[in-house]
């Protein structure tokens, strides 16, 4: 019995040992799956691709006309058996010439309304990128809330222990042992708690990749941490004036207005309709003869769409402006939270986690020699755990505003 226990063990051993070992995605992996399987970015795609489809229609010259007449059919002629002895066949046709360049501007407009559809759908991208940061940020900073919380509980279950003994030999009483271990349950709900914020932080970013694997399976590595080094202010901006696509789509939309308002001048014109006819009249074996329509631009010369796209074209220019001064606004407001992330993040790292774990240690060490009371001891286990959680708060909230700053640019600034 014994061998085979140890058989059993030793398989055991070796398929834990062959058995991969789970890798996380970086962020630059889920970046990329996220663009090869986000169902909204897929669509958004299908529609850039039916935009283009319009440039075919846009272009397509008017189709000639073609008539067949057949004239005097008598079914009540002398001869019945010759209903169509005096039928006169006609064959005409007409085309349509368009006048000013519509064809061409009618094109141009649609190829503008397709670069609007492209920098709407970028613009679309940037939006979801920054909740597939944020879904990233919130695994990360759940992962390390975790580890932090299993420290804790780690820490104070050698501290209890310790304390057991103490009660044993008779160093403390009953109760302020039964009071540590009631303690505990708030070490164990941190833990529990940031197990389902991990859960739920992986559920979020899974939907946003449309990915089916079970949670158990999926895990991301990343920097969780934060940079002193911050690019000016100016940089900013400038970099967000050239990369913003909503900004882009605003500036291509005054293009296609103009536009518009050039091809509605051009539809005030009239087009002319030439015409040709063959037929046969006896005596006269066959004749052509020839016509040109021209319309009477009197009452219509398409007044209306004219203002229309006047008051686009104003109307969008407009647009442009509101759209640089909502750059500036989303720029400065990251800029600002994340300077302000820093400076509390600085005295957090350097000074205050140190404090904190220096105060538990030498407080814990007095109450296990009798030199300081049990509130000491548990006021002091609290502070070091409040001090912890801030400090990882504040790095979320500077990732997150890191976040708000690449999205504000319109490109990744602040990896």
Sequence with gaps: MLRHYWRALAGFLLV??????????????????????????????????QSKAQEITAYLRPNPDATLTLDQIDPFSINPYRPLGNTLPLVSGSYLHEREHKRELRRDSARGA?????????????????????AFVSILHAKEILRVAQDNLAYYDRVLEVNRTRQSAGDISEVDLGRLELQRVQYESDVLNAEVSLRTAKIQLLALLNDRTPLEQFDVNGKFDFSEQITPLEEFRAAALDARPDLKAALQAVEKSKMDHRLAIA??????????????NPPIPVYFGASVTIPVKIFDRNQGEKLRTQLDLN??????????AQ???????????????????????????????????????????????????????????????????????YMTAAG????????EVIP
Excluded at 267 to 280: E, I, K
Excluded at 315 to 324: D, E, F, N, S, W
Excluded at 364 to 376: E, K, T
Aim: aromatic share 8%; charged share 20%.
């Design 16 to 49: 834990v040992t062959a058995a991969p070992a789970q890798t996380g995605l970086t962020w630059e992996q889920v970046r990329e799956r996220f663009r090869a399987n986000n169902p909204n970015l897929a669509a958004g795609r299908v529609g850039v691709d």
């Design 114 to 134: 397709t670069a609007i559809a492209s920098s709407q759908l970028e613009d679309q991208e940037r939006t979801l990128l920054f909740n597939l940061r944020s």
């Design 267 to 280: 539809n005030g014109s009239a087009d002319p309709t030439f015409a040709v006819d063959f037929g046969r």
């Design 315 to 324: 109307r969008t220019q407009a647009l442009v402006q509101a759209g640089r």
């Design 327 to 397: 750059v500036f606004s989303d720029v400065d407001s990251a800029y600002a939270t994340i300077a302000g992330n820093i400076a509390l993040l600085r005295p957090y790292r350097d000074k205050y986690l140190v404090q904190a774990a220096k105060v538990r240690d030498t407080i814990a060490f007095s109450y296990q020699n009798g030199g300081a009371s049990l509130l000491d001891f548990l006021a002091a286990q609290n502070d070091y755990r409040s001090i912890q959680l801030s400090y990882l708060n504040l790095l979320g909230s």
């Design 404 to 411: 708000q700053m690449n999205l504000a640019v319109g490109r």
